[in-house]
């Protein structure tokens, strides 16, 4: 069963998902060389409980902190530690969340560390980004889950791998191991989200207002394959090429998608595809 919204509890999950912006912007000025993942996660925890938030990552299955931090090849499920430091060039996924009066946000992104990073990190960044926004911009009433699917492979299988040296790098590598959710009472709920169409898995629920999910594209350099470390939480790509994690929690409401989890409630980035976003409950 899907859980759907009513625009109050839209409203509770907005507040919560301002948090999680807030927590974007501090860990992302906190992400510099000689920093390390545990000084990120303490950022985080700080401003979860400025807001007077909880953490719906810390204690999550066990996971003992308050941010995921994935760094270069780690895909996501990243812990943080005082032994990863930040390097000049690195990039960085930090995945978090927050919980206001029981309602949940979600949201990820990637950070560059320092200068001078290659032009296809740069660009795989961009593609695993924009094709979030792809997926965004398909949560209109009357579309299903596949279209969402179909919007976000659409996108990133029409992106051109940049060229090193004289060489092609092929195709990005879409993760297939690990996808979006619903979201609501809970950080993860029905239905599971694919970034990618699967003939096995129908064309799923129709979106209707009040349906909320966390669209979250994961994109490789390489292969699409991952494997878990021993700390049973951390994810790598097999073939150790690095990748990309972007995420924001969405309501379908009458008006158009609302984005919970982006300051203005992804107004700006949906004009620019065409397509009206709601007015935020808080304004």
Same mark, same amino acid.
């Given at each position: 069963?899907?859980?759907?919204?009513?625009?109050?509890?839209?409203?509770?999950? @907005? =507040?919560?998902?301002?948090?999680?912006?807030?927590?974007?912007?501090?860990?992302?000025?906190?992400?510099?060389?000689?920093?390390?993942? @545990?000084? !990120?996660?303490?950022?985080?925890?700080?401003?979860?409980?400025?807001?007077?938030?909880?953490?719906? *990552?810390?204690?999550?299955?066990? *996971?003992?902190? $308050?941010?995921?931090?994935?760094?270069?090849?780690?895909?996501?499920?990243?812990?943080?530690?005082?032994?990863?430091?930040?390097?000049?060039?690195?990039?960085?996924?930090?995945?978090?969340?927050?919980?206001?009066?029981?309602? #949940?946000?979600?949201?990820?992104? $990637?950070?560059?560390?320092?200068?001078?990073?290659?032009? =296809?990190?740069?660009?795989?960044?961009?593609?695993?980004?924009?094709?979030?926004?792809?997926?965004?911009?398909?949560?209109?009433?009357?579309? @299903?889950?596949?279209?969402?699917?179909?919007?976000? =492979?659409?996108?990133?299988?029409?992106?051109?791998?940049?060229?090193?040296?004289? #060489?092609? !790098?092929?195709?990005?590598?879409?993760?297939?191991?690990?996808?979006?959710?619903?979201?609501?009472?809970?950080?993860?709920?029905? +239905?599971? !989200?694919?970034?990618?169409?699967?003939?096995?898995?129908?064309?799923?629920?129709? !979106?209707?207002?009040? *349906?909320?999910?966390?669209?979250?594209?994961?994109?490789?350099?390489? $292969?699409?394959?991952?494997?878990?470390?021993?700390?049973?939480?951390?994810?790598?790509?097999?073939?150790?090429?690095?990748?990309? #994690?972007?995420? #924001?929690?969405?309501?379908? $409401?009458?008006?158009? +998608?609302?984005?919970?989890?982006?300051?203005?409630?992804?107004?700006?980035?949906?004009?620019?595809?065409?397509?009206?976003?709601?007015?935020?409950?808080?304004?």
């Amino acid at each position: 069963m899907v859980q759907i919204k009513t625009p109050e509890q839209i409203a509770k999950m @907005r =507040e919560a998902g301002l948090v999680v912006a807030a927590i974007h912007a501090a860990t992302r000025e906190a992400a510099v060389p000689g920093a390390t993942t @545990r000084d !990120l996660d303490e950022v985080a925890r700080k401003v979860i409980a400025d807001h007077g938030a909880k953490s719906n *990552f810390l204690g999550y299955g066990g *996971f003992p902190a $308050t941010i995921c931090t994935s760094v270069n090849e780690v895909v996501v499920h990243g812990i943080p530690d005082d032994k990863t430091v930040l390097k000049d060039g690195d990039i960085i996924s930090i995945d978090c969340g927050a919980i206001v009066d029981g309602w #949940h946000g979600d949201a990820a992104y $990637t950070a560059f560390v320092g200068t001078g990073h290659a032009p =296809e990190l740069v660009e795989l960044s961009r593609v695993t980004e924009e094709s979030m926004w792809a997926g965004i911009a398909a949560m209109k009433t009357g579309n @299903r889950l596949v279209d969402v699917s179909r919007a976000i =492979e659409t996108y990133i299988k029409r992106q051109p791998r940049p060229a090193v040296g004289d #060489h092609s !790098l092929g195709r990005y590598g879409i993760i297939e191991d690990y996808g979006g959710h619903g979201i609501g009472t809970e950080m993860h709920m029905d +239905p599971h !989200l694919l970034n990618y169409v699967s003939r096995k898995r129908g064309k799923g629920p129709k !979106l209707v207002p009040g *349906f909320c999910l966390a669209i979250e594209p994961m994109v490789s350099l390489g $292969t699409p394959r991952t494997e878990v470390l021993e700390d049973d939480w951390t994810v790598i790509t097999t073939d150790g090429t690095w990748s990309s #994690h972007w995420e #924001h929690s969405v309501a379908v $409401t009458e008006e158009g +998608p609302l984005v919970l989890t982006a300051v203005d409630g992804g107004k700006a980035k949906l004009a620019e595809l065409g397509v009206t976003a709601a007015p935020d409950p808080l304004a």
